[in-house]
């Protein structure tokens, strides 16, 4: 394919790139980020995932076997430019889901200008930040609000953190979210998932399950499928943006 071959068939259809940040390390950016593919693709939503943590790539781990996935250096000029490389031998339809590791949050600023450029050619950016409590989070987030429009970006409360959302005062008499919200940015929550199925999935590498598997138990597959139903519910505007977009 010819590049005006490509940049007429991206700018046609395109879905969108979705970066899962948040700085942090530990946060359960990975984990949205399964949420998310998952969510997706039960969904019928073309995806291709992108994994940008080379020594723990968790999309890679438990959904290779499902989707096209691929790694990259996240925290690199380099690696980034494979990224978007790949992007090319991706089919213009698909929606493309970016988990990007700790610390990645200067890379986002020094890519700015070729995200947007993959912007020019039909492929918007949806911007997803998984947070922690502390003043921290909202600074750094506020520093990605200087390249993220608010209406294309969510800010994602972890209940693994804490189940009440008790903890996030900070960002809920914070300035920054009153700005955000105003712009129309999104809120939504990512719902704990309880130890045994949790550990059942990380231990067997599997992606989350649309069908109850045969060796779990009738107690441990209804407690998934509360889970399941926390996410769709508080996800569900996150869920409707990307549809939008593809």
């Not at 969904?43 to 291709?48: D, E, F, K, S, V």
């Not at 600023?109 to 070729?114: G, I, L, P, S, V």
């Not at 949806?126 to 990605?144: C, K, N, Q, Y």
């Amino acid at each position: 394919m010819t590049t005006k071959q490509f940049q007429s068939q991206r700018t046609c259809a395109a879905g969108p790139l979705v970066a899962i940040g948040g700085d942090k390390g530990g946060v359960g950016k990975s984990f949205q980020a399964r949420v998310l593919a998952w969510q997706l693709h039960s969904r019928g939503i073309p995806l291709a995932l992108c994994d940008g943590d080379e020594r723990n790539a968790h999309l890679e781990r438990h959904y290779s076997s499902q989707l096209n996935t691929v790694r990259f250096d996240a925290r690199s000029e380099a690696g980034w430019t494979s990224m978007f490389n790949h992007l090319d031998n991706v089919p213009a339809d698909h929606a493309v889901v970016v988990d990007l590791p700790a610390g990645a949050g200067c890379m986002l600023h020094q890519e700015a200008a070729r995200l947007i450029a993959n912007e020019d050619l039909g492929m918007p950016t949806i911007h997803v930040w998984v947070a922690t409590p502390g003043e921290d989070s909202v600074r750094l987030f506020r520093d990605l609000m200087a390249i993220a429009p608010a209406s294309r970006t969510a800010f994602v409360t972890n209940k693994h953190i804490d189940e009440s959302l008790g903890r996030f005062d900070i960002w809920m008499n914070s300035r920054t979210r009153a700005e955000f919200v105003a712009e129309g940015g999104l809120e939504v929550a990512l719902p704990k998932l309880p130890e045994r199925p949790h550990d059942m999935i990380a231990n067997q590498r599997l992606p989350f399950p649309s069908e109850r598997p045969a060796n779990w138990l009738r107690g441990d597959w209804f407690t998934f499928l509360s889970f399941k139903a926390a996410v769709e519910r508080e996800q569900a505007s996150l869920i409707r943006l990307i549809q939008e977009m593809c």
